[in-house]
């Protein structure tokens, strides 16, 4: 296994401002990895660093165990290249001439292409499915037609590593994917290192077999994506909540950023328990939260949806095991959290017998004295055989429940701070 | 296109102000001579300056770059104005050709030298150094302008407005190996050129010593320009529009381009002295013709390959 | 094509080849050699000699006398001329007194042309040049009575000066936008002197220079002489009305002339009293 990239204790300096922090790196060949981290991690001061563009401020760069600094430009070039964001080409080069710019340093001096030069070109020209626009120009293509033709021209420069500098950001979905499908068969047939720069998460899970993770000129992980990728880690990084779960379609990694909940709202101190199950209730639950109640859900078996949605909420939960009807233990839990509360509210759920109990809680409180509030329209969700929550939900409502109709009304409803 | 190029110029030899025809090689042999000397010059001053051109808009990669952006008009003004002003010039055929040079080249120094910012020499210090620079030479020609007599007044206006009559013909052999030298050493440097039109980090990428590419192309290309204008004036329009024409004939790439440039260029101004010095009774400066012609020639290219040009 | 290409190039490369040195023309002729004038005032010079069928070209700006300089082909403008034009018509002379390019000498002499630069730029050197030219042309007889009548002339008019009382101080001007004076090194200002005036551009060294109306107020000359034309309105009008100067005591006694013919007065050549008369009429007209 020969190594491609080794960083020792490599410090960089914009104009004495401290970007990259004592990094050590091996990187061998073959590697398909991804660099990630925040704006102003020093992702792309990395890649200067590896490609020759910055010299390090202390620290040795080596590709393949020759050192960077003393490498003439030829050398390094067949070393390493590298696909930018994007190109701003003023002028009107066609798709193949800029394909051929690749064999820049392969190339004579005064001696005209030579085979081996066309053949490299032809092969970078097939492999990027450009060949049929060659004669075209750049500014006239699609912008993954272009970002091709760009990845062909590295291609035709043959290097034992390519550095892709988010090489794929202003491109559509369906061009991201073109270019790193490419990249990956092409790592995967030729050997050839892949580094890679990128903000889609997703995608450098999908593609990278290995993450490195920048923070504040730090390697703060390093490793395959299912451990890099943790909710503790990206959370620390980025410094905002996220959720990570895997894709049940498709087995990738889906990583979602939460929203952080603004701090002072009408809600702030009280406490809502709200009876929800099923997805029914997100919006509601969303909500109160965005207002900045308390809540508590309950109970609600383990899995539902909005059971997971009231854990990333901070809701407290009652739970109960999947597919059971309500248990006296767990119901026993959600009294407790009903008691805490300072109103109930019944989220316009579907019910059937197994959460039917869910009603006592209501019935407690309004025993309690404490208000409770009841979606309406209860009719049309009773799965029971014999209209049972129907009935209920009516003697509740004759007992001082108040109904609402949404989630607008029932905050006008529901107690709030005062002042 | 190359085929055109001799009879264009057997055309050049064959008008002038004393009548159209070919002049006979027994009676009239002065003023083929004259003809002859007259095409050479202009083929060697054209190349020269389309050959900067067409350099100056790479390194700079902006499309209205010419070869007295940085300032070497300002500086060979200036210096054919104090050779002119101080009475020297008129001491031997090489003194104001080699002050408006020398001026030139000062001025350019003095120019990558206000603009150094770290390693590369950026785009736009070396365009803001070279309007700064440019603004103070062309202020010290006009004072000395303003504190001459009529005749030096005369003499530098004259001598502004380019003419591509020699004093000496081993003047115009030097400038000529000057510039055939210049011309092929930036022909060399083709495919550092072409990597640096896509930026300086991709030319770096690609394997190209930029810095040292841009300071020899600018030195060259400014040696190149310097000559000419030493020799011939200041002639506008051919560095800017000739290159832009060739590049929509031949395309961009620079193996093609230069040499393209370089005869294409000769040949335009060859063709524009031959008018100039034919169509009235007094002879009108080259430049007047050159703007006037190249005009218009390129905005008819521009209309006919909209893609293949720069202005898009 | 190829061949056509190379052929062309050979063609065009032996023609050069072959013409690198150009053979000389033939040298003056005896008795009546052809010349070229690339100044009025030379011109004017071979006419007043007698030497009219010896001109065989001229600049445009030879204007004197009308009716024989038009037949006289022209060779450019002054300052300006073709060297083609010059080298198609076989002169065995080339006179000249100015041209703009410093290296024209040279670049004449080159092509097998005889250039003789003629000094005539002040009043004391219009007799030497008539001698020249005259020796040039072969009419040296004509040419040293011609001297000799206006060196005469010229000494007449410097006694008469050291008559006059007064020696009025007088601006004079060539151009209005902007203000061009006369300074010590100017033809006219010899012609001033010579009449008894006194030039207030003469603490200046210079042919030309540039005068703003704070200086000419400073000054307060007692005439201004205006030397150039104006579109409709007479320049002496223009002129007393720009701000400031109707404190002039030029202006204020009402001396400021114009109507001057230039190619007389300005010129530097044989109708040179002709202009000093004017001047000097003009000078003590009110005296």
């Known amino acids: 296994m020969t190594t491609a990239i080794q960083l020792d204790h490599v410090t960089a300096k914009y104009r004495e401002h401290p970007v990259l922090q004592d990094i050590s790196l091996t990187i061998n060949s073959g590697e398909m990895v991804g660099i990630l981290g925040p704006n102003g991690a020093g992702k792309s001061t990395l890649f200067n660093i590896v490609s020759g563009l910055l010299t390090p401020a202390t620290g040795t760069v080596k590709l393949f165990n020759a050192d960077l600094r003393q490498m003439p430009p030829r050398e390094r070039a067949k070393a390493i290249a590298v696909v930018p964001q994007e190109l701003d080409i003023p002028v009107p080069y066609t798709v193949e001439e800029i394909v051929m710019m690749g064999r820049t340093v392969s190339m004579g001096r005064f001696a005209k292409p030579t085979s081996q030069d066309r053949q490299a070109v032809e092969r970078a020209m097939v492999y990027t499915d450009v060949a049929d626009i060659r004669h075209r120009h750049l500014n006239e293509l699609s912008g993954g037609e272009r970002q091709r033709a760009i990845v062909a021209m590295v291609l035709a420069q043959e290097p034992r590593i390519i550095l892709m ?60 994506p299912s451990m890099v990728l943790t909710e503790e880690t990206l959370r620390r990084v980025y410094n905002c909540d996220v959720r990570v779960s895997q894709d049940p379609q498709t087995g990738g990694l889906s990583i979602l950023a939460a929203p952080r909940l603004p701090a002072a709202a009408a809600g702030k101190g009280i406490q809502i328990h ?141 107690p709030a701070k005062s002042g | 296109m190359m085929a055109l190029t001799p009879f264009i110029l057997t055309l050049c030899v064959m008008m002038g102000p004393s009548g159209i025809g070919m002049p006979d090689l027994n009676t009239d042999r002065e003023i083929l001579m004259l003809r002859l000397t007259r095409v050479l010059c202009g083929l060697i001053i054209g190349a020269a300056l389309s050959c900067a051109g067409v350099v100056f808009q790479a390194i ?6 010419e070869p007295y952006i940085l300032g070497v008009s300002s500086g060979a003004g200036l210096g054919a104005a104090i050779a002119i002003v101080t009475g020297i010039a008129a001491a031997g055929a090489y003194v104001l050709p080699l002050c408006a040079f020398v001026m030139a080249v ?6 990558y030298a206000l603009s150094r910012n770290g390693d590369s020499p950026s785009i736009y210090g070396l365009i803001l150094s070279g309007v700064i620079v440019s603004a103070v030479c062309s202020s010290l020609l006009m004072f000395m302008v303003s504190v001459s007599s009529i005749e030096g007044m005369h003499s530098i206006l004259w001598w502004m407005l380019g003419n591509l009559e020699v004093s ?46 841009i300071i020899t192309a600018l030195l060259l290309a400014t040696l190149v320009a310097s000559a000419a204008v030493g020799v011939a004036g200041l002639i506008g329009f051919v560095g800017l529009i000739v290159p832009h024409i060739m590049r929509n004939l031949v395309g961009a790439d620079h193996r093609r381009l230069i040499p393209a440039a370089a005869i294409g260029g000769g040949v335009f101004l060859a063709a524009c002295d031959a008018l100039a010095r034919t169509i009235l009774a007094v002879e009108i400066p080259v430049g007047v013709i050159t703007a006037l012609l190249g005009g218009p020639f390129f905005l008819f290219l521009l209309k006919r390959r909209r893609t293949q040009s720069w202005l898009d | 094509m190829k061949s056509d290409c190379s052929f062309a190039y050979f063609t065009c490369f032996a023609l050069l080849l072959s013409g690198c040195r150009p053979a000389p023309l033939p040298p003056p002729s005896a008795s009546t050699p052809r010349i070229i004038s690339l100044a009025p005032s030379i011109t004017e010079i071979v006419y007043a000699l007698g030497g009219t069928n010896q001109l065989i070209g001229r600049s445009s700006a030879c204007d004197y006398p009308p009716a024989a300089v038009s037949n006289v082909p022209v060779i450019g403008d002054f300052g300006v001329p073709s060297l083609e034009r010059i080298v198609s018509l076989r002169p065995d002379q080339v006179l000249y007194t100015d041209v703009a390019d410093p290296m024209m000498d040279s670049k004449m002499t080159r092509v097998g042309l005889h250039p003789v630069h003629i000094a005539c730029e002040r009043l004391t050197d219009i007799p030497p040049a008539i001698i020249h030219v005259g020796q040039l042309i072969h009419r040296e007889p004509q040419a040293k009575a011609l001297a000799a009548s206006l060196i005469s002339q010229i000494q007449t008019a410097r006694e008469q000066a050291t008559t006059f009382i007064n020696r009025p101080r007088i601006l004079v001007l060539i151009w209005h936008d902007p203000f061009y004076a006369a300074g010590s090194k100017s033809f006219v200002s010899d012609l001033i002197a010579l009449a008894g005036g006194q030039n207030i551009g003469d603490e200046i060294n210079r042919d030309y220079f540039q005068a703003s109306s704070e200086w000419v107020l400073a000054h307060d000359p007692d005439i201004i002489f205006c030397f150039f034309m104006a579109s409709s ?55």
């Open chain 1, 165 to 224: 500098d988010e090489a794929t950001s202003h491109l559509d979905i369906n061009h991201r994917l073109e270019i790193m499908q490419l990249v990956e068969r092409l790592n995967r047939e030729s050997g050839v290192t892949v580094l890679m720069i990128s903000h889609d998460l997703q995608m450098a899970a999908e593609f990278s077999r290995r993450l490195i993770v920048l923070q504040h000129g730090n390697i703060v992980a390093d490793g395959i």
């Open chain 1, 274 to 414: 709200a009876v929800a199950g099923g997805g029914c209730g997100e919006a509601t639950l969303r909500r109160l939260a965005l207002c900045g109640y308390t809540l508590s859900c309950g109970v609600v078996s383990q899995g539902d949806m909005d059971a997971e949605i009231g854990a990333v909420l901070g809701a407290k939960l009652a739970l109960e095991k999947p597919f059971s009807p309500i248990s006296r233990e767990a119901l026993q839990v959600a009294q407790d959290l009903a008691f805490k509360a300072d109103a109930l509210v019944l989220t316009p759920i579907p019910f059937g017998t197994g959460n039917l109990p869910n009603l006592e809680l209501l019935e407690s409180a309004l025993t309690a004295g404490k208000p409770v509030f009841i979606a309406s329209g209860i009719g049309n969700r009773d799965y029971t055989p014999t209209r049972q929550a129907e009935k209920w939900v009516q003697t509740l409502i004759d007992r001082g429940a108040k109904p609402y109709q949404d989630v607008a009304e029932l905050l006008t409803l529901l």
């Open chain 2, 60 to 65: 700079l990669r902006n499309p209205l770059a």
């Open chain 2, 106 to 111: 000062i001025t350019l120094a003095l120019v």
């Open chain 2, 168 to 213: 000496s013909n081993n003047v115009l052999m030097l400038i000529g190996v000057v510039v055939v030298t210049g011309c092929f050493g930036l022909w060399a440097m083709s495919r550092e050129l072409n990597a640096l039109t896509l930026g300086h980090h991709m030319a770096h990428h690609l394997g190209i010593q930029v810095k040292v590419t």
């Open chain 3, 233 to 287: 309105t007479p320049v002496s009008q223009t002129i007393i009305r720009q701000p400031g100067w109707s404190h002039i005591k030029a202006v204020r006694d009402g001396r400021v002339y114009d109507g001057f013919d230039n190619n007389v007065a300005l010129r530097p050549g044989p109708r040179v009293m002709q202009g000093f008369e004017v001047i000097k009429n003009q000078i003590h007209a009110k005296q």
